[in-house]
């Protein structure tokens, strides 16, 4: 199945927003997230990278249009859910880039988009004078019932790019699990590296 991507900035992003509020919606109920999410929430969140003139979307579609995969990023410091946690991180003369979210439908999966976000977000993370890039990655027990016995371990794919857990950093958030009543909190390994 052939893919297009394209790269979206900043205010660019505005058009994207109702298909990408979906596409987190349906990537992020499966393992590890078990995001019971809503697709109002989802848009309201998008807003923030249609906000910041530093943000980067690389939507992924197929070639008759449809938005099967995005990538997401913005500098740290500007991501509202993340730069408390950054902070302690920093050091003098360091900017780090925040690669937010990559979702992609399964049917998708195993075509180097994977590969492709990170190239992207790196890129444009450079071109903004970044000197590291990180993500956040969702901790769960390993025996977590709703863990699926086919359930992909993607440390070895961010290792292979670069990235490492930053000891002792993580960042908590909340949110509804797919059968669950009310929100708990999760905790976020950060994963990070030099550019």
Do not use: N
Request: charged residues 25%.
């Amino acid at each position: 199945m052939s893919l297009r991507f394209r790269t979206l900035r900043g205010a660019e992003v505005a058009e994207a927003i109702p298909a990408l509020a979906a596409l987190r919606i349906a990537v992020f109920r499966d393992w590890p997230y078990l995001y019971d999410g809503d697709v109002a929430y989802e848009a309201r969140y998008l807003e923030c990278y249609r906000d910041c003139p530093q943000s980067v979307v690389i939507l992924t579609e197929t070639a008759e249009g449809e938005v099967v995969g995005a990538a997401t990023g913005m500098p740290a410091r500007d991501h509202a859910d993340v730069a408390e946690a950054y902070d302690p991180l920093s050091k003098p003369g360091m900017e780090i880039f925040y690669c937010a979210e990559s979702v992609l439908h399964p049917a998708y999966r195993g075509q180097g988009a994977g590969h492709r976000f990170f190239d992207a977000r790196e890129a444009h993370a450079r071109a903004l004078g970044a000197t590291h890039a990180s993500f956040c990655a969702v901790t769960r027990p390993a025996d977590h019932p709703a863990r699926p016995a086919e359930a992909r371990d993607l440390q070895p794919f961010w290792r292979k790019r670069g990235y490492a857990p930053v000891d002792g950093a993580a960042l908590r958030m909340r949110w509804l699990d797919v059968g669950a009543s009310e929100e708990t909190e999760k905790p976020l390994q950060i994963w990070m590296r030099a550019l």
